[in-house]
């Protein structure tokens, strides 16, 4: 049976590339999506990616995805959203946290998450990278389970 992966990304994620560069790198979300897109196909996983900049589509594609794991970068919703956090416990999918910066070294308001501690792990700092690393991980979660 074949595994699926959702990425879902937040508000301003469709700026990647154009948005600071200097803190967010230059790789656009097109790109990234390939790039994890490759990734997938080559470990013989279905992956699809999606972005809003409205919590409730989020929290939507979160309670309708069938998905067997998620990594989620809910950008500023990380930091405000508990209905994005009731979603992912209702729905109990297992995701990992995702963030191109390191947030723990940002402005105070940035160091709260309301879905690190209910993740099956938090990916932060290592710019669009980051992303891969946690596809990687999801792909050894999901094969050792088989």
């Known amino acids: 049976m074949l595994q699926k992966i959702l990425v879902l990304n937040g508000p301003n994620l469709n700026l990647l590339g154009t948005r600071e560069p200097e803190l ?3 790789t656009s979300l097109n790109e990234l999506n390939d790039k994890l897109a490759t990734q997938a196909a080559l470990s013989n996983v279905e992956l699809s ?3 809003s900049n409205a919590e409730h589509e989020l929290v939507n594609w979160v309670q309708e995805h069938n998905s ?7 950008g500023a919703y990380t930091h ?3 209905a994005l956090r009731d ?11 995702v963030h191109v910066t390191n947030t723990f070294a940002r402005e105070k308001f940035r160091q709260h998450s309301y ?10 700092g290592f710019g669009t990278y980051g ?7 999801a792909i050894e979660y999901l094969k050792a389970r088989v």
Request: aromatic content about 10%.
């Open 24 to 26: 967010y790198g230059h």
């Open 49 to 51: 990616a999606k972005q």
């Open 68 to 74: 067997d794991f998620l990594l989620i970068n809910a």
């Open 80 to 82: 405000t959203s508990i």
């Open 87 to 97: 979603a992912l416990l209702a729905k109990g999918t297992p995701f990992i946290e």
């Open 115 to 124: 879905l690190s501690d209910v993740a099956h792990g938090v990916m932060v």
């Open 131 to 137: 992303y891969e690393l946690a596809l990687q991980a």
